[in-house]
């Protein structure tokens, strides 16, 4: 476990070779994405095997492990093969984080997973603030792959009488 100094902890990128130089940075607001509403337990560290991954509860995935793996899973990974996450920001007090893709496509792609359910909670995946549609938009696509399988994730299975209610205490249960 990761002894923490302040409410604030980051991973350095992983994939530096993939990113490097300046197109790494021109790219970089386009490449991220904004998790809100993390259970208080979220934490970004990458040296979880996947055999534990496979075999475990849900808790014991960490979000850079849990994007990685439900990218793969629904085809979004644009640049290839690997961890589609290079590095995670968390805030634990304000309990959101940054989670910067490989690619734009990738981010683009991981916006269609709002409202997924991350360690028994339903998070927000949106764009960061500082997000500006018109300078990403010669970078790559805006929008999601529409040919994501989201299904295999629990997500996409569109009901006239589905809503999502996220931010509820942590306090309140279902009975």
């Known amino acids: 476990m990761i002894e923490r100094v302040t409410g604030f902890d980051i991973i350095p990128p ?15 607001n386009a ?6 509403d993390l259970p208080p337990s979220a934490n970004q560290q990458k040296n979880i095997s996947l055999l534990k991954v496979i075999l475990s509860s849900s808790s014991l995935l960490t979000v850079t492990t849990f994007f990685s793996h439900v990218m793969a899973a629904i085809g979004g990974n644009a640049a290839g093969p690997g961890d589609a996450v290079v590095s995670v920001y968390i805030n634990h007090e304000k309990r959101f984080a940054f989670v910067e893709m490989r690619s734009v496509e990738e981010a ?4 269609s997973l709002d409202g997924i359910i991350f ?9 960061p603030s500082d997000y ?7 970078l790559g696509p805006s ?14 299975l569109e009901h006239p009488f589905r ?6 205490p942590y306090y309140f249960t279902e009975a």
Do not use: C, D, F, W
Not at 14 to 28: E, F, K, Y
Not at 31 to 36: C, G, H, P, Q
Not at 119 to 127: L, P, T, Y
């Open 31 to 36: 490449r991220r994405i904004y998790v809100s």
């Open 14 to 28: 992983a994939s530096s070779a993939i990113l490097a130089g300046a197109a790494g940075q021109a790219t970089r």
């Open 119 to 127: 360690e028994g909670v339903h998070v927000r995946v949106k764009r």
């Open 143 to 156: 929008q999601p792959n529409p040919n994501l399988n989201l299904t295999v994730v629990g997500l996409g």
């Open 132 to 138: 500006n549609p018109s300078l990403a938009a010669p």
């Open 163 to 168: 809503i999502l209610v996220s931010g509820l």
């Open 108 to 111: 683009s792609n991981a916006m």
